[in-house]
């Protein structure tokens, strides 16, 4: 791998996907899991072409550690 490669910036997100998720926020009409999409949507962005970005999606299903790339990087 060219040295070049080697000093890409990396960003992974890890959401939360479990039930709670489901749950309104206090205060707010959104659940938990709309208002990380929102702040997802938002982050990504601001994130520059350079970077890559790598989503990791875990709940109550999967914590026996067989969590999934949903999008590697």
């Known amino acids: 791998e060219p040295e070049s490669a080697l000093y890409r910036d990396n960003i992974v997100i890890v959401l939360d996907a479990s039930g709670s998720m489901n749950e309104?926020?206090?205060?707010?009409?959104?659940?938990?899991m709309d208002a990380a999409k929102r702040a997802l949507i938002g982050v990504s962005r601001q994130v520059p072409d350079t970077t890559?970005?790598?989503?990791?999606?875990?709940?109550?299903?999967?914590?026996?550690?067989?969590?999934?790339?949903?999008?590697?990087?």
């Open 24 to 32: 309104r926020m206090r205060g707010q009409r959104i659940s938990r």
């Open 52 to 73: 890559q970005v790598g989503l990791i999606v875990f709940s109550a299903m999967n914590l026996s550690g067989t969590n999934e790339w949903v999008y590697d990087l």
